[in-house]
């Protein structure tokens, strides 16, 4: 799985983008686990994720309301099928209101920029 760390920084809140090929959501959950593994990753306040594996969109928001539909837009416009993509945020204490959604996109954007 390639990660990128701390692309994102605002009002204390982290964000990193991490990805990887994947088939159905079953591997995904396989590959969040992985993730999680990292001890870093597994204090995360949210591993936000989502793809499209063999045309169906799979997501999970993971407490972040909204943000698993987000990453699947971004890939059914990039037309990016059978991959994972996992968004994580760090909470940093005060709340992000709407810009949440933006720094999604812009980590979502990093990865697929960097692919």
């Keep these: 799985m390639k990660t990128f760390d701390a692309i994102i920084t605002d009002r204390g809140s982290k ?8 088939g159905s959501p079953e591997e995904a959950k396989t590959l969040i686990k992985k993730l999680c593994r990292k001890k870093k ?25 909204g943000s698993g539909m987000v990453i699947v837009r971004m890939l ?6 059978n991959h994972l993509l996992v968004v994580t945020r760090w909470y940093g204490g005060k709340h992000l209101g709407g810009d949440r959604f933006r720094h999604v996109q812009s980590a979502v954007r990093y990865y697929l920029d960097h692919l």
Aim: net charge negative; with cysteine.
């Design 15 to 22: 964000y990193a983008v991490s990805g990887a090929p994947c």
């Design 41 to 65: 990753f597994a204090k995360a306040t949210h591993n936000t994720w989502g793809g499209i594996f063999d045309g169906e969109p799979h997501k999970n928001d993971d407490g972040e309301s």
């Design 76 to 81: 059914e416009r990039e037309n990016v099928q």
